[in-house]
Structure formats: C-alpha cells, structure tokens
C-alpha cells in the first residue's frame, strides 16, 4: 500500500522541517538577549517598575 501525498501530509512535513528549528532558533536568541551581561540594568529597571511610588 503506497502513502497517498495530500496536502495535509505535505503542509505537516513543510511545518516540522522547517518551523520547528526556526522557532527554536527565536527562543533561544530571546533567552541570550534575556540574560546578556549589557541589557541586565535595562531589565532590572523594568523590574522595579511597578514598585515605585509617584
């Protein structure tokens, strides 16, 4: 019995092959800015936000 190639099957493959790196590669570069030495004051600012008194 041959596997029949329909859309779904083709639009599932192109989904796993391709987007899931791609969006693996985003989540990990947003964990990299997160926790780079130089943006540490500029989160730590954002941190204390809603702490402060006006």
Do not use: C, H
């Amino acid at each position: 019995m041959r596997a029949i190639l329909t859309v779904q099957n083709f639009a599932s493959d192109i989904v796993v092959t391709l987007w899931t790196p791609i969006f693996v590669g985003i989540f990990i570069a947003i964990v990299v800015y997160a926790l780079w030495p130089r943006n540490k004051s500029t989160f730590d600012a954002a941190a204390r936000l809603p702490l402060r008194e006006e």
